[in-house]
């Protein structure tokens, strides 16, 4: 969508459904994808490909990427953490492949038993197999870990850069950088990105920032000023933090959508339509926690959207349903 101000990739599917215990149901899955994209939401990071041992919630990648290629306009998107992920995503048929590459050494050794030489190596390999099998498949590396690490503590700014280097020589259409672990602060983002940006120019991707301490806003703000244009985020917060009982991990979608619109800059998602979405997200995990201010609070009186449309109705949650 080139009108859109900015682009919100939704993590919810992949980022927010792994990180519960429970696996929500394949059909609930389909029916949460169909009304993100019906909120107006056109990236959606949909699955993982990794061993079903592993991530027993995202064993049906291959279906839920089926049904999301039947949704118009839509970029499927889906992670990989190796080349046997990317053979599968592949053959699945994604639009777009996301690999995470730890910024952090420790986490790198920690999290995919590689360092990140050897993560860099298996991306050369990702790379070579798209350009076999899917060309016009992109490619994104997400730098996780990239402001700092439970494990090791701070990551050297230089370092993140240098990673950032390495991944674009492999091959990668896009870098981005992520708050695995909610650490960081809107100084640091609009630092870091503005290095990023000078040493790999427009292969500079999408800000997955975090809400773990109250800042991802601030954040997302911070890396807007600086020039990034695509953000990822999880309706609902999805997922919460590990290390934060209470606390969310992602950006909240709806709360992230308010924020832009309300500055002006379209992001194309409809906050009513969003709250449809919603529902559909706990039809399909009753119970499980979600977050969010607007959606609580309602816009704001008056409110109207970057493009002039004004809703019917300033209440959400209450009118989500009924509001068409
Ligand atoms: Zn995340």
């Not at 499927?76 to 699945?92: D, H, I, K, S, T």
């Not at 990105?193 to 806003?217: C, P, S």
């Not at 985020?233 to 997922?239: D, E, I, K, T, V």
């Not at 934060?244 to 339509?273: C, Q, R, W, Y």
Request: proline residues 5%; charged residues 20%.
């Amino acid at each position: 969508m080139t009108s859109c101000g900015v682009l919100i990739s939704e993590v919810g599917p992949r980022d927010g459904l792994q990180s519960v215990a429970r696996t929500m149901p394949t059909a609930a899955k389909r029916a949460w994808i169909s009304a993100l994209h019906a909120a107006g939401l056109r990236e959606i990071e949909v699955g993982s490909f990794v061993p079903a041992r592993l991530l027993p919630q995202m064993a049906d990648g291959a279906e839920v990427v089926r049904h999301a290629l039947g949704l118009p306009g839509l970029t499927v998107m889906a992670l990989v953490p190796n080349q046997r992920g990317a053979e599968a995503a592949l053959a699945a048929g994604v639009h777009k492949l996301t690999i995470p590459v730890s910024a952090s050494a420790a986490h790198s050794l920690a999290n995919v038993r590689k360092t990140r030489e050897q993560m860099v190596d298996e991306l050369r390999g990702i790379v070579a197999l798209r350009n076999e099998r899917a060309p016009q498949v992109r490619i994104e590396a997400g730098l996780s870990t990239a402001f700092g690490c439970t494990i090791q503590g701070a990551v050297a700014e230089d370092e993140v850069v240098w990673l950032a280097e390495q991944v674009v020589a492999a091959g990668v259409d896009e870098a981005g950088l992520s708050d695995t672990t909610g650490m960081a602060n809107p100084a640091q983002v609009r630092r870091l990105f503005q290095r990023v940006r000078a040493a790999i120019g427009d292969k500079t991707g999408a800000a997955h920032l975090h809400n773990t301490r109250g800042l991802g806003l601030a954040n997302c703000l911070a890396a807007y000023d600086v020039g990034v244009r695509t953000f990822d985020a999880s309706q609902g917060g999805l997922g919460g933090c590990p290390y934060a009982p209470g606390a969310s991990g992602n950006v909240v979608t709806e709360d992230l959508v308010f924020m832009f619109e309300a500055m002006g800059i379209a992001t194309g998602v409809d906050l009513h339509k969003m709250m449809l979405a919603r529902q559909a997200l706990q039809a399909g995990l009753p119970g499980e926690p979600v977050y969010g201010m607007t959606p609580q609070a309602g816009l704001t009186r008056g409110f109207a959207y970057a493009d002039g449309r004004r809703p019917a109705t300033e209440a959400l949650l209450d009118a989500g349903a009924g509001a068409a």
